[in-house]
């Protein structure tokens, strides 16, 4: 599933939303003063994401549980979306009926968050370290550690960014398997261009000249990622950025763009029908194309691959962007509620049986390490063999900045320097410095 649009809510548009929200998901109100109630029971207000199988799966977690815990009680229910799902979140927080915990929070939101106190450190709990080795996950979580030094949100899911590469047209330029580095890359649009002309394109996508926030985690994080072996980019409220990686990522895009390897205008599925070889590719694709483009079989129509990376670098070492979500515990919680919710947490991610049925039910791969050679996810790899790249590419994806400015700095990155190399506005050593001078000057 692909949540992609994050909304930075204004202060205004809270207080207008105060009276819509405050109603229908309780909060903490049933607990107000203590955590439990005269019967002793804790009731912990549970927000599932806007999804069907993500709310049906915690709900079953909840009633396994529940069985187990006679002193604690699970409310679950779906955040609402309207107008989006943060809001829904900013607006509980001011009228103070926040629930206990909700999953579906990406780490640039989790930073608005944490800067206003909303969130509890999860470290600070008991039980948390727990839950981070029992679920083998030290290696997945270690990038969500916040410039403070604290872990707030827990991954739930993390899906590596792949690329996906048009396996039967890049074999009858001569290719059994997809190149991995940019200079072999471009040397393949060369021979593409050759045999058809305007017919094809490397890169088909019209968000490539879209300054949309999101949109540069699907092209310039993924490349930026690659070719720095990883770096945050921005941590905190530090401009952190590779330079050397940076332009050589811009670089190769304008070489795609100087070869007319690039079509950056609306083509409906470009990939889907050939008219480009090369585009991300995230798990929740494979729905569509079974139902849509039951022609594209893995390994034999198409390949998923890590993104490329400069000539010289192991290929091995590539990273990628981790679109990812997780849960929070909020701070308006009493004692007694955050104490059980980590239990819960502790429960569920105890049992790796668990983290398969959530796999199996979502698509979505668990935040863990072992995904890809744990038994316990084998049937449903076997079942879904174009989700092993996934599993194993988990530890290897790089989540969101935490900054609560994300939208904006991520808008700078498109509209100062990736937008204008794939329009041939700018060369890319000096999008990457007005870009720097922009993030620098938005984050002081």
Request: charged share 20%; proline share 6%; hydrophobic share 40%.
């Amino acid at each position: 599933m692909k949540k992609r649009v994050p909304m930075v809510l204004s202060v205004a548009l809270m207080a207008g939303l105060l009276s819509a929200c405050s109603t229908g998901q309780g909060g903490q109100t049933a607990n107000e003063g203590g955590g439990a109630a005269a019967d002793g029971v804790t009731t912990i207000e549970f927000w599932a994401a806007p999804n069907p199988t993500q709310q049906a799966f915690w709900q079953e977690m909840a009633d396994a549980y529940e069985a187990q815990n006679d002193s604690v009680r699970i409310n679950v229910s779906a955040i609402k979306e309207s107008p989006t799902s943060e809001a829904s979140i900013q607006s509980a927080l001011a009228a103070k009926s926040a629930p206990t915990m909700s999953e579906n929070i990406n780490r640039g939101f989790a930073a608005q968050l944490s800067n206003s106190q909303a969130l509890v450190a999860l470290d600070t709990l008991e039980g948390f370290d727990e839950i981070v080795q029992g679920r083998s996950m030290s290696q997945t979580i270690e990038p969500w550690t916040f410039a403070d030094g604290h872990q707030y949100v827990l991954p739930i899911y993390s899906n590596p960014m792949l690329f996906g590469w048009r396996l039967d047209i890049i074999r009858d330029l001569g290719y059994s398997e997809p190149p991995q580095t940019y200079g072999e890359i471009i040397e393949l649009t060369k021979k593409l261009k050759a045999e058809h002309g305007d017919k094809k394109y490397l890169w088909a996508k019209p968000d490539l000249a879209d300054p949309t926030a999101w949109k540069r985690w699907f092209d310039f994080y993924m490349l930026y990622n690659a070719a720095s072996g990883g770096n945050k980019f921005i941590e905190g409220d530090a401009f952190t950025g590779d330079e050397k990686a940076g332009v050589e990522a811009l670089s190769f895009v304008d070489d795609l763009r100087k070869e007319n390897g690039l079509l950056a205008r609306q083509v409906t599925d470009p990939f889907e029908t050939g008219t480009g070889v090369f585009t991300d590719v995230g798990p929740w694709t494979f729905t569509t194309w079974a139902e849509k483009y039951p022609d594209l079989k893995y390994n034999e129509t198409y390949a998923l691959t890590m993104p490329p990376v400069p000539d010289g670098m192991d290929p091995a070492q590539s990273k990628t962007f981790a679109d990812t979500k997780g849960l929070v515990i909020y701070a308006s919680a009493t004692k007694e509620q955050q104490a059980a919710a980590i239990d819960f947490i502790k429960w569920v991610y105890g049992d790796a049986k668990n983290d398969a049925a959530w796999f199996e039910k979502t698509n979505l791969p668990p935040a863990r390490d072992d995904l890809s050679t744990n038994e316990s996810f084998q049937a449903v790899l076997d079942k879904s063999p174009q989700l092993k790249p996934y599993a194993e590419n988990v530890p290897n994806a790089v989540p969101p900045m935490d900054n609560a400015k994300y939208n904006d700095l991520q808008t700078i990155i498109g509209t100062e320097a990736f937008n204008k190399v794939v329009k041939g506005e700018i060369a890319p050593a000096e999008g990457w410095a007005a870009m720097k001078a922009a993030l620098e000057k938005a984050l002081n």
